[in-house]
T-cell receptor, first 117, second 116 residues
Framework: AQKITQTQPGMFVQEKEAVTLDCTYD???????LFWYKQPSSGEMIFLIY??????QNATEGRYSLNFQKARKSANLVISASQLGDSAMYFC??????????????FGTGTRLQVTL | DTGVSQDPRHKITKRGQNVTFRCDPI?????LYWYRQTLGQGPEFLTY????????KSRLLSDRFSAERPKGSFSTLEIQRTEQGDSAMYLC??????????????FGDGTRLSIL
């Protein structure tokens, strides 16, 4: 079975500072993908960034980067230059995909990020 | 690309009533997923379709739940004889089946169900 653990229920960060949101995962499958989603109070889930288990480099998407440490089974999200609009719930999710095709996501419990002035 | 659309956004009903939700995926996406999210938790997988075929159902999907995707486009999720524990946000997502594992699932805004 797959499991995602997010140990930070809530985080505060000052505007323009960087913040790291932790995510650890557990799977016995060698082929998997890790995703981060943002969920504002309005409810929609917004895809942020993806890291594949065989990717050699850490993923980056604008102000988002993923600190992928495969041996530690961690995939932490780093948000640089935080903005007030970054205040939201952040979910780490995993897809186990031995064949490389799409399948269901397993989510963590999320981290609520609050950006302050 | 109009995104994933869900209807209604909110549903309030009495315990024991039946409810039906609709999801319209992104038009070119052939995979459609349903998730349930309770307060303070991440989404939990319920079921998914590839075109009109329902390929997997979670154990969370009791006999009172049924999902359909009759023409491989929109999908409906019906809950019969609703119970208090059914109160949750029901999220629909779709993705493209291209064989590329990095394809994300795109989510709708969800339907929030409240059971009185």
């Amino acid at each position: 079975a797959q499991k995602i653990t997010q140990t930070q229920p809530g985080m505060f960060v000052q505007e323009k500072e960087a913040v790291t949101l932790d995510c650890t995962y557990d799977t016995s499958d060698p082929s998997y993908g890790l995703f981060w989603y943002k969920q504002p109070s309005s409810g929609e889930m917004i895809f942020l960034i993806y890291q594949g288990s065989y990717d050699q480099q850490n993923a980056t998407e604008g102000r988002y980067s993923l600190n992928f440490q495969k041996a530690r089974k961690s995939a932490n999200l780093v948000i640089s230059a935080s903005q007030l609009g970054d205040s939201a719930m952040y979910f780490c999710a995993m897809r186990v995909s031995a064949t490389g095709t799409a399948s269901k996501l397993t989510f963590g419990t999320g981290t609520r990020l609050q950006v302050t002035l | 690309d109009t995104g994933v659309s869900q209807d209604p956004r909110h549903k309030i009903t009495k315990r024991g009533q039946n409810v039906t939700f609709r999801c319209d995926p992104i038009s070119e996406h052939n995979r459609l997923y349903w998730y349930r999210q309770t307060l303070g938790q991440g989404p939990e997988f319920l079921t998914y379709f590839q075109n009109e075929a329902q390929l997997e159902k979670s154990r969370l999907l009791s006999d009172r739940f049924s999902a359909e995707r009759p023409k491989g486009s929109f999908s409906t999720l019906e809950i019969q004889r609703t119970e208090q524990g059914d109160s949750a946000m029901y999220l629909c997502a779709s993705s493209d089946l291209t064989g590329m594992s990095n394809q994300p699932q795109h989510f709708g805004d969800g339907t929030r169900l409240s059971i009185l």
